[in-house]
């Protein structure tokens, strides 16, 4: 099983519709993100946690909004969907403790939303 | 702010060429972190290596090395010997130690075309 899993890995919604991608993870890691990619843009930061209480905003946060229901788990929310929102999105985590050898983010798998 | 360029968008060469992917960096920290992801047409973010801000030797991985130059803002990537599945979208990236969030600046990627 992958370390990082968000569901859906696609989904097609209408506009106006809200929508839920939900993120996992089994590494423990107390930093969750969620990233966005546009073709020809890379991936630009939407949210971030460092732990159930923490959430903070990253450069594109509007018209989205998250939820760490568990050190495990971060959803990602669009209230009213936008076909300007069709874009891959992904679940990072990293681990912030003392000691910790390793920054890298590790990503999930990646959820292709298409906003008609 | 911190900011990532990598001026190649597409990079197309044939089967064991060398090729070299750029990346440039601004950041006003003087800690900070340097990350190389590669995204296979699969989609999924692979990472390749992460290199700290004080620790400047370059390294190779079979046939994979990195160059890190400070003095000129500089991480590049080089593939010898390219194959085929080399084929994929690199994207380099960057993370600053005093903001603590360590959330990762992307680039907006390098696609490369390996021919057979």
Redesign the interface.
């Known amino acids: 099983d992958a370390d990082v899993t968000q569901t859906p890995r696609n989904r097609i919604t209408k506009t106006g519709k809200r929508i839920m991608l939900e993120c996992s993870q089994t590494k423990g890691h107390d930093r969750m993100y969620w990233y966005r990619q546009d073709p020809g843009l890379g991936l630009r930061l939407i949210y971030y946690s460092f732990d159930v209480k923490d959430i903070n905003k990253g450069e594109i946060s509007d018209g989205y909004s998250v939820s760490r229901q568990a050190q495990a788990k971060f959803s990602l929310s669009l209230e009213s969907a936008i076909p300007n929102q069709t874009a891959l999105y992904f679940c990072a985590t990293s681990d912030s403790s003392r000691g910790a050898r390793n920054t890298e983010a590790f990503f999930g798998q990646g959820t292709r939303l298409t906003v008609v | 702010a911190q900011k990532?360029t990598?001026a190649q968008?597409e990079i197309s060469v044939v089967e064991k060429e060398d090729v070299t992917l750029d990346c440039v960096y601004e950041t006003r920290d003087t800690t900070y972190?340097l990350?190389w992801?590669k995204q296979p047409p699969s989609?999924?973010?692979v990472?390749l290596i992460?290199r700290n801000s004080f620790d400047e030797q370059n390294e190779i991985s079979g046939r994979y090395s990195w160059n890190f130059q400070k003095s000129t803002s500089s991480f590049n990537f080089t593939i010898t010997a390219s194959q085929v599945v080399d084929s994929a979208v690199y994207?380099c990236?960057l993370?600053e130690a005093s903001t603590?969030?360590?959330?990762?600046?992307?680039?907006?990627?390098t696609r490369l075309q390996v021919q057979p």
């Open positions: 990532v990598q968008t972190y990350f992801y989609g999924e973010l990472f992460r994207f990236a993370s603590g969030r360590r959330a990762l600046t992307f680039g907006s990627g």
